[in-house]
């Protein structure tokens, strides 16, 4: 049986599942939005708001209108590509977020295209040299980064690098109006070192427990006394069977970079989807709030579907049955 047939079946499947988690993610963002307290238009408008004006709102956000109609209407707008109207500004959520969503794009792709690579190969030489010092070394180092928050990180490279002993780099990430993150590299030093001392940790520990493991087994004995070559034993049998559960914690960490970059991107002032979120939290923006919640979760989603298909074609031993037939 030709493998596209059951990859295309199995690709289905995680895109039905993947639908049915975003719509369950839209009813919650909707209703965690409808249940805040106080009045939506007072707290957009503030207490100084005339009557008229507060009707007004409410009519735009169609607030006189039951909560299953209000739903529908924002999800319909959704498909529909209409995000709707920022309450803060006159201009359409899109517009807003557009710019953020390309910095923070921009950031993470910087962040794995270093980190992973560099966690990858620190796992795989941890591994070979199991034990020993730099195993050690490197081991202890990597459990005194994953023990800091991310925040702290920030700070004192900031310190170090921007401020107090050094002042090779801008401590801010600021952005000007209508300018991209790409015209001032610089500010991009600072918070992609940081998320990558943060990812490093968990990437690098699943490489090296998952090789270790590998390069224990049976086949892999078998191949050594054969007389494999280390570097073809190590690149053609050992990793393909010790990469798939990295590619999984790659997928949930950049799951986690794309809700937890809010916090760099707030300790940086760097212009990203987070520091939109952050900022339309304050101003109680509802519908931003709504499309970057539901933006981060289909990221999310998107992100694990990926890693799935990712490790099952890198894996034989977890493709089914009619995979593995000619």
Known sequence: MSLRHPLLGFLGRRLLLGALALLLVSIVVFAATQILPGDAARAVLGRSATPERLEALRLQLHLDRPALTQYWIWLSGLFAGDLGTSLVTPQSVYQL?????????????????????????????????????????????????????????????????????????????????????????????????????????????????????????EYIEMARLKGIAQHRLILRHALPNAIAPTVQVVALTFAYLAGGVVVVEYVFGFPGIGQGLVNAVFTRDIPMIQFITVLLAAFYVVVNIIADVIAVLVTPKLRPGEWRKP
Do not use: K, Q
């Open 97 to 217: 977020a557009a710019p953020r969503i390309a910095n923070s794009f921009s950031l993470l792709v910087i962040v794995g295209a270093i980190g992973v690579p560099l966690a990858i190969a620190f796992g795989i030489a941890a591994a070979i040299r199991h034990n020993r010092p730099f195993d050690t070394g490197v081991s202890v180092t990597a459990l005194a980064m994953a023990a800091v928050p991310e925040f702290v990180i920030g700070i004192g490279l900031i310190i170090l690098f921007a401020t107090v002993v050094l002042h090779w780099l801008p401590p801010v990430s600021l952005v000007f109006p209508g300018h991209s993150v790409w015209d001032t590299p610089r500010i991009l030093v600072l918070p992609t070192l940081t998320l990558v001392i943060a990812v490093f940790p968990y990437i690098f520990r699943m490489m090296r427990s998952s090789m270790i493991e590998v390069l224990e087994s």
